[in-house]
Structures are given as C-alpha cells and as structure tokens.
C-alpha cells in the first residue's frame, strides 16, 4: 500500500542536528530566544488572568513558575537540538512555554496565544487534538505523556522494521519533558520495566528537577534512588547539575567548599534561599564557609545580585550547559537527563515552596517588562526589546532544525475491509471464542487486514482467546528468539516465537501500559504515516486499572479496539473482585469511543467488520467489545443488510413486537437466554410482546442524545434508532430491561418515550457461585424478569 504524505512537501535530507561546537552568534541567538520565550510565556498567562476581562470572577491561572523552570530546557531543544523527525511529549505545566516557542517558530498565532485557556484558544495543556500548533503527544494527567514516549518508540520501531513507514521517513526520538513530580507515578515505572523487556531505542526522558512539586519541596534522598532506578531499566543517566558560571566558581580557591556547600544543601533551604535573593546566601556562606580559603574573596567580588544569579546558575536553566549535554547524546541508547533547575527561574517568586500556582501581579509584571526592554504595547512582538536584529533571529529561526520542512503529520489511506467476516459458527459458543475465532480466519486468510493488524495484551493474550491469532502471526521482538519450548519438544498448543515480523505486542500485566500502547500504536497513522489496526484484550474488570489511560488515549484521538472479556457476574465462580458491573457505563460515558456487548457470535463478526471501518474513519473513534465467557446456543438466520445495520446502531427486535403492545423485554449480551426463556412465557399472557436485543447501549445512547440536541438546534428532523424501535410500542407500555450489568446501563430506555421501566441489573458487588444462584441472586433471571412484567402489568391495569 501506498503511503500518501499529505502538503509537506518532500522528505529530504535535513539539516545535521548534532554540531560540534556553538559559535558565539549562534548561541548570542540561542539566549534572545530563550529570553523571549521566558517573557512569552509568562505574559501569555498575565495576559489571560489581568488584562483578558474575566466574566465569570474564576480565576484562570496557568502556571508561570512550572514554565519558568524549563524554559531553558525547551529553548534549547526545540531551537537546535530536536529535528523534525522527533516527537515530543511536552510537560502539562509547561503549555506556555510549547505555545511561545512554536509562535517564535511561526506555527502558532497571536490569536491562540492571546486567548490561552480561553475557548477556542491555546489549550491549558498541550492537546494533539485542540492545539493547532503542532502538538505530538497529549499531556495533562500527569505522568501518561511521559510514559507514552516508550510505548511510541516501540510502535516506531514497528513500523520501521515492518517497513510500513513512507520512503525516507529517518526513525525520531521519543521525547519527554518530564516535570520531577510525575516521578511519584507509578505509571512511570510499569512503563521503564516494559521499556526495559523490550529494549526500547531513541528515548529521552528530560526531567525538569527543580525539586518541587504542587504542595511541597521534594525529599532530598530521593534522586540518588531515582538515578539508579533508570540506570537498572538500562538508561544513560546524565545529570545536568551545575551551570558554567558555577563551574568556573568551582575551580576558583575555596570553589570545592562551595560545591560541597550546595551538595548537602537541603533541597527546602536551597529553595528559600533562591526565593530570598543575594543577600541571604551571603548570609548563609558566610556563616557556614567561614575561614574556608578563596570564599571570602568569592564574596567580595559578587554583589547582591551577581552572587544570586551564581548560586542559581543550575545547568537546567543555563542553556550552554543544556545544548552540550543534549548534543553530546548521539546514539540510540535511552537517556534520562536530569536537569537541576529552579522553579519559577528568573521570576519574583522563584523557589517559593507556594508557588506552582503564583501569579506575577501587574506591578512586577511590569518591571520585567521593563528589564527586558519591551515598551508598552510591544508584549506580543516576537523580537522587541532583544538585541539582536529581527532579520537576524528571523533567518536564525528559518534554519532551526526542527523547522525544516519535514512530514510531521500523515493521512494514510483506509484499509479496505470486506463486507463481511468469516466466523466458523458453531451451534454452542460464546462471544470470546467467536472473538478468537474471527481473528483466526483473518489471519488464516492473509491479507491487508490481516497484516496491518496488531495485538496487544497485559499477560492475558492465551486466556482471551487471542493464542490462536498469535501462533499465525507471531510476537513482535526487534531480534529472533526462537521458543524453548517448541525447541525442546514439549508440547503446548501456544507457539511463543518471537521477531520483528511478529504481530503481538505482548505486556506485563500493567494494565495502563496497555493502554498507552494502544494509544501509541492508534496513532500510528499520523505519527508514523503507517496505518495499524490495534485490538488490546484485558479481563472487564480491569478496565479500571488502565481507565485513566484509556480515556488518555481517546483523547488524543488513537483509535483502536479494545476487546474486554470476560465480563459481569456471569463469569460465575471467579468471584467479586473478577466481576465487572460498571464497564458498560463507564464506556458508554467515554467519548471517542463507540462500546458494544453483543450476545451472539453473528452479531460480533459485524460490529468487529464495522469496527475496523469505524477505526479508520475520520469521524470514527475506538471501538470497545464487551464479551463472555458463556456458552449459548447460536441463532441460525441469515445476517440481512438490514439486520448488520441495526446491530451496529445498537438494537433490533430478535421478536418484533405487535403494534401497540403493553410490554417489551430489552436484554444486552449473555444474559439473552433468560430474556429469551422469560419472553417465551410472557407471549401465553401477552402475545404481542416485543423482545429487543440490545447490541450497544452506547450507540444507542449516543445517537438518541445527538440527534435530540440537533433536533433543538433545528439541524435534523430524523428520529434516533431507539426511538424508531419504542415507536411501535403503546404510549403506556411498561420496558423490562436486563442486563449483567448497572441497571443504569439500560435504565434510561424509560426516559426515550416516557415509558414506565423496570431495570434490573446487578448493582452491588459480585460474589462467587454458579449462573443459577448468581443470576437468582442480583435478580436477572428468567423469573425475575417475569416478575418485573407482572408487576409492570398489574400496575397497568390499575392506571
Ligand atoms: C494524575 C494527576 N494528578 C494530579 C495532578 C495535579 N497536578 C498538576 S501539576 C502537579 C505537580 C507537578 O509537579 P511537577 O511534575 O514537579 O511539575 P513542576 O514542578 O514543573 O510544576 C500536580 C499534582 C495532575 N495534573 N495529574
Ligand atoms: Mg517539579
């Protein structure tokens, strides 16, 4: 298949990215658009919270100390060190600062930035989906966008090896702007493990160590534990510790007493100290240093202010010492660089423990405005007040590496899915051997649907019925490793071989790893301009454990499917803490997502052929199956048109009711034989009772909620699916709901038509037994569903 690259004009060779030296012009350059960036960033936020009138009294805020800290960092990389090929995940904290430097780059107008955090403006946290300058990889929850970088480069090297990327395409860092605080995520560490076992290349995590978080200043042991941590994982560690200003201090007379000075300096004093000024560390050195040869003539020679600007010179806010550790790194080793910086460098509340959410107020906004020499009215000009000539740094931004022109984003074309898949039906089966089923025939019969389909799974790839699909296809590996056990002759039904053809991502069970890795390889497309169709299984239940990822992925708009089996209490003796009660709200609730629970196998084979269209589709999004473990007999019936198109809106009637029936029985996924049983006994009494397989609550849902909102809105007069299907039904008749589920899930069927409805479900914890008891016991049984009839009926009668 061919890869189209759209409006970005050639790959070519770019400019090299790794020079030996800085000329003096060049890092004069470096510093005005540091400087610029630092003013940017901070008056972008002054801007929203003093000068925009603010209408609702809230304040709006956007953290001038968290990109005071980095700016340093990010001048450096995005202004020579990056090329256009890397991708980076940029600290959520530090959104202004990713918004200045693309303005100064020309990506990003005035307009955004003037109305940060306002609507339709440059968004509070970089957004791959709402920013319009250029954001590669979302953050915001702490810690997600970091731990994304790995999962990323392991897609890239997918890819790469597979060579499914357009010709030409050079192979990019994965880049993480980490704030010190996003380290207490474990997140972090299931993705360094998983990093680790995969051998991952071409990442940089650069970890803003200003040692302050929201609430507090961070333990001082804590980075000799997180130095080692990363080395374990296999990562270079490189500490950018002290400035050049600093390091010559060093090696002036009593300069090792000052460094063993600043070494054992608590982190709390070290930051009081910074927020304090010059007069206060004279005051400390002095006492502590007395008598030590040179620190006194080290005094004397620095006044107030050039003693502070010495003991804060930090090699994270000094951008000679960041540009020569970044460009010392030229191979693909993983590297942590951990820069020492100040929290709020530069500005009045620099180092003050409360200041992650301080604002500079009008009257010291204006000094620094002053300092830099930018007059009033001139807050917004790229150049003013730097001094160097616009023309100059205009040619200087013109050549910055990360500006060339250079594919940053792809459409690829859709994979062509046919019209329908094959199943290998059987007369008994449940949705999760279908699920293995399916996928076997797809990779039986080859294929572009087949190859560019990929799977993932936290350690339950055998037990969600995916081994089938992995003994065709293989596990994804960089290198060859044959498997022992097939070696030495002991027989299993799971092949386990792995290489770089392999087409199973296979994870430790960390269930937000598997969902930064569906996220990562959903965005496959657009990062890498090679399209893939992920599919992840997990056990229902433990969508909990990977939600905030899972949500994270949606937002970013990665498309993939999410197969989550088994589910509800029908998987019986397994017991509560296996049983999932909530899933289907919590997906009905996710956007950028479309969830289905069908109870047939039929019914999967569409939704699956509709999902992997859907995953392609520019108004599409994921796709979430919520299958089971559950044994039932399989209809016999032709799949009409008619039938596929209504099982992927979400209903049709398995018994269609008579014309202004009294009563219908709506079930969703395995519990259909009790409805199916209980609708049987309830036609002796009422023969015009509907019965109504649910699909998707959520598509239902979805629709009915869109289509009444632009039915207000004048836009369409068409009617949702739900309420075609309740159209027939009399005005009066009562819905018996059902489903292994919240009761909420379909609860709402009431609200379509104002029918009366009795929802039943299971809406406390699960417990061990088998269906019969369990079914009886959360009263989702046939008798508890004629029970709900009669008294909907009795309660008719009476009126
Ligand atoms: C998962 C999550 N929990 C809590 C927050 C709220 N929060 C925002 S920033 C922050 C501390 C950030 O500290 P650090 O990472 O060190 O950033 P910096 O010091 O650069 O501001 C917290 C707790 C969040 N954004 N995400
Ligand atoms: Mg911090």
Redesign the pocket.
């Known amino acids: 298949m061919a890869t189209e690259i759209q409006s970005f004009g050639p790959i070519g060779p770019i400019a090299d990215d790794t020079p030996a030296s800085l000329p003096a012009t060049k890092l004069a350059a470096l510093r005005a658009l540091e400087r610029k960036v630092l003013w940017l960033s901070t008056w972008m936020i002054h801007n929203a919270n003093h000068i925009r009138p603010p209408r609702d009294g809230l304040k709006v805020g956007g ?1 001038q ?2 990109s005071a ?2 700016a340093t960092m990010m001048s450096a990389l995005y202004f020579d060190v990056l090329g256009p090929q890397d991708r980076v995940a940029v ?4 959104s202004p600062v990713f918004h200045a430097i693309q303005y100064l780059l020309g990506n990003q107008t005035r307009e955004k930035i003037e109305s940060l955090r306002a609507f339709g403006g440059a968004q509070s946290y970089p957004s791959r989906t709402k920013d319009t300058d250029d954001v590669d990889i979302s953050t ?5 966008g970091a731990a994304h970088t790995v999962f990323s480069s392991i897609v890239q090297d997918y890819v790469h090896l597979k060579g499914m990327t357009p010709p030409g395409l050079r192979e990019g860092r994965m880049i993480a702007l ?5 380290l207490d ?1 474990g997140n972090m560490y299931e993705a360094l493990l998983e990093g680790w076992k995969k051998e991952i290349r071409n990442v940089w995590w650069v970890i ?1 160590y ?1 040692r ?4 507090s200043v ?1 333990s001082d042991r804590l980075f000799g534990q997180i130095d080692h941590l990363f080395e374990n994982m296999g990562w270079r560690v490189v500490a950018l510790k002290y400035g050049k200003l600093l390091e010559r201090a060093f090696a002036q007379p009593g300069g090792e007493a000052l460094r063993n000075w600043i070494e054992t300096c608590p982190n709390s004093l070290y930051a009081a100290l910074t927020y304090k000024g010059g007069a206060a560390w004279r005051e400390h050195l002095k006492r502590d240093l007395k008598g030590v040869a040179g620190i006194k003539a080290l005094l004397n020679g620095h006044d107030d202010a050039s003693l502070h600007t010495l003991m804060t010179n930090l090699a994270g806010n000094d951008l000679e010492a960041s540009l020569e550790a970044f460009h010392a790194v030229t191979d693909d080793l993983p590297t942590c660089f951990i820069g020492y910086t100040v ?1 709020g460098f530069g500005l009045p509340f620099a180092g003050h423990k409360d200041n ?1 959410a301080g604002l500079m107020n009008v009257d010291q906004m204006d000094e620094y405005r002053a300092t830099l020499n930018i007059a009033p009215g001139e807050e917004w000009e790229r150049f003013a007040g730097l001094d160097i000539d616009p023309a100059t740094l205009e040619q200087f931004l013109d050549d910055v590496p990360f500006a060339q022109e250079y594919p940053r984003s792809f459409t690829t074309p859709a994979i062509e899915i046919p019209s329908k898949l094959d199943i290998g039906l059987r007369s008994r089966m449940s949705t999760q051997d279908g699920f293995g089923r399916i996928l076997n025939e797809i990779a039986q019969s080859g294929g572009e649907l087949a190859d560019r389909i990929v799977t993932t799974s936290p350690d339950v790839t055998v037990s969600t019925n995916l081994g089938p699909w992995v003994n065709r296809r293989g596990i994804f590996s960089r290198s060859e490793t044959s498997d022992t056990f097939a070696q030495e002759s002991v027989v299993s039904a799971q092949k386990w071989q792995m290489s770089p053809q392999g087409q199973h991502i296979e994870l430790g069970i960390a269930e937000t790893n598997l969902f930064l890795q569906l996220s990562a390889l959903g965005l496959a497309d657009k990062m890498f301009g090679a399209r893939l169709l992920p599919i992840g299984t997990v056990y229902d239940p433990f969508i909990r454990r990977g939600l ?1 990822a899972m949500h994270y992925g949606c937002y970013q708009d990665a498309r993939y499917m999410l197969v989550a089996t088994p589910s509800g209490i029908t998987l019986a003796p397994e017991g509560g803490a296996h049983q999932s009660s909530e899933t289907p709200l919590i997906t009905l609730a996710q956007p950028g997502m479309a969830a289905f629970e069908p109870a047939y196998v039929d019914e999967l084979a569409e939704i699956m052929r509709w999902g992997f269209e859907y995953m392609q589709a520019d108004d599409g999004g994921s796709v979430a199956l919520r299958l089971s473990t559950r044994v039932i007999d399989q209809p016999v019936r032709e799949m009409t048109d008619e039938l596929r198109n209504e099982v992927t809106k979400g209903a049709y009637w398995l018994k269609k009711p008579e014309l202004g029936t009294e009563l219908v029985v709506a079930y969703c996924g395995a519990i259909a034989p009790e409805a199916i049983a209980a609708h049987q006994d309830i036609l002796e009494d009422i023969p015009g009772a509907g019965l109504l397989a649910v699909t998707s609550p959520d598509r239902l849902h979805a629709d009915w909620i869109s289509r009444r909102r632009a039915r207000r809105t004048g836009k369409v007069e068409t009617i949702a699916h739900i309420e075609g299907l309740l159209s027939v039904i009399a005005d009066d008749a009562a819905l018996v709901t059902v489903c292994d589920a919240h009761s909420a899930t379909l609860g709402w069927f009431g609200s379509v038509a104002g029918h009366r409805i009795y929802p039943l479900g299971v809406d406390t914890f699960g417990q061990s037994g088998d269906l019969q008891d369990l079914y009886r016991h959360y009263g989702i049984d046939s008798d508890a569903i004629l029970d709900a009839a009669a008294r909907a009926c009795v309660r008719r009668l009476r009126g």
């Not at 302050?212 to 609430?215: E, G, N, R, V």
């Open positions: 953290h100390a968290s800290s980095v600290k959520p904290h530090a915001g929850s702490v810690g997600l980490v704030g010190d605080a996003e995520e803003d200003n302050q978080s929201l609430d961070i929290k992650h905030d």
